[in-house]
C-alpha cells in the first residue's frame, strides 16, 4: 500500500484498491450483496454486504485507519451502531462502565436505559473532575466512555485523565470524537483504546447519508466486526460510496468550519444582544486551556444564548436566511438549533437547567458558507446592521 504523510493527502488518496479497478479514478460502487465463493474457510471471511468485507467497505476500513492513525477500523450502518456494537464487544452481563454524564441523547439513553436490561450497568461521571472517579469504580467495572466535545455546552473532559485512569485501572477507554474529527483530534495517539464517529456529521459532511466508524487495536476491531455481523448494522456499498467521496474535502471543510466558528463566536460575544457565547475557541471558556492544549481547531459546533425570552430567540431564528432550522451538525450548511425543542428535548425543564441548558440555548453547527455572510446575517436577525 503505497502511504501518505499529511491527513489532507490521505482523504484523497488512501484506502482505494490498488491497483484501480479498471483504471477508475473514483471507486466504483460495488452493488453486490454476494460474492463467487473463493475457497473462504470461516464464516466472517464470506463475502457479503452483512459481514462487512466488500470492497467499498473495505476501502473505508483501510482509509479511516490512516485517518485515526489506527491498526484497524471498521464502518458501520450509523454512529449508534458503532456506539452500540462497540460497547457490546466490551461489556456483558454483569459488567459495569463509567460513562461521561453529559452524553449524546442516543448514547445515554442506551446506557441508562436499555443496558440495564442486559445486565451492564452504568454510573455516570464529570468528565472534569477526575478526582471524583475513584469512588465510582467497582470490581466489575470495565471500560470508560466520553465525547471529545459535549453537545451544546462544547465542554471538553480532562481527557489525558481519562487515558491515564483507564490505564491504572485496566479499563478499555472509549471516545465519541464525532465534534472533533480526525483533523482537529486523533484520540489514539493520547492513549485512548478506540475512537468513534457518527460519520452521519463531518466525515460525511452533505447531510445525505447516516453511518459510523470505529478504529482500534486490529484484536478489538475484530471482535466488533464479528459483534456487527450477527447484530447487522452495516453500511450498504452505495452509502459508503457517497462517505468515501464526502471524505475527501473532510480538511478543507474542517479548516474552513475552525476558523469560521471562532469568528462567529468573536463576533457574537462582542455583541450586546447576546448574553453568553458558548465555543472552546474563546479564551472565555471554561474549557478553553485543554481544547488548546488537545485539538489542532476548535471545530465549528457552538452554542448561544440571546439577552430575551424563548420568544425573542424564536424570532431571531426565523430572521436569519442562510442557517437552516434544523437537527444534526457537521454538514456544508448552516444549522441552527434549540436543544430544549430537539436534543434535549427528552430531559424535564429542571434536568436541562442543571446540566446548564437554558430553554433559550441556541445551537450553531457552522457550514462553509463566506463567514462575513453568515456575520452580516446574524447582525440582522438580531437587529442591528453593524
Ligand atoms: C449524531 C451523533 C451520534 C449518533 O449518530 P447517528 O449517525 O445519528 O446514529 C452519536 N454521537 C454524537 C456525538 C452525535 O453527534
Known sequence: ?????????????????????????????????????????????????????????????????????????????????????????????????????????????????????????????????????????????RAIYVEAMSNPLLEVADLKAVVRFARDCRLTSIIDSTFATPVNFRPLDIGFDVVLHSATKYLNGHSDLVAGAVAGSRELIERITHRLNHLGGTLDPHAAWLLERGLKTLALRVHQQNQSAMMIAKFLSSHSGVRQVNYPGLATHPSHAGARDLFEGFGGMLSFELAGDVAHTEAFMHRTCIPVIAPSLGGVETLLTRPATTSHSGMTPAQRQQAGISDCLVRMSVGIEATDELIDDLAQALGSYQ
Open 1 to 141: 500500500m503505497k502511504t501518505y504523510r499529511r491527513i489532507e493527502t490521505q482523504l484523497v488518496h488512501a484506502g482505494t484498491p490498488e491497483p484501480r479497478v479498471l483504471g477508475a479514478v473514483s471507486t466504483p460502487i460495488f452493488q453486490s450483496a454476494t460474492f463467487e465463493y473463493a475457497g473462504e474457510t470461516s464464516y466472517d471471511d464470506i463475502r457479503y454486504i452483512r459481514l462487512n468485507n466488500t470492497p467499498n467497505q473495505l476501502s473505508l476500513h483501510r482509509l479511516l485507519s490512516v485517518l485515526e492513525r489506527a491498526p484497524a477500523a471498521l464502518v458501520t450502518g450509523s454512529g449508534m451502531a458503532a456506539i452500540s456494537t462497540t460497547l457490546l464487544s466490551v461489556l456483558g452481563a454483569g459488567d459495569h462502565v463509567l460513562a461521561q454524564n453529559c452524553l449524546y441523547g442516543g448514547t445515554l439513553d442506551l446506557l441508562a436505559n436499555e443496558f440495564p436490561k442486559l445486565g451492564i450497568e452504568c454510573t455516570f461521571i464529570s468528565g472534569t473532575e477526575p478526582e471524583s472517579w475513584p469512588a465510582a469504580l467497582r470490581p466489575n467495572t
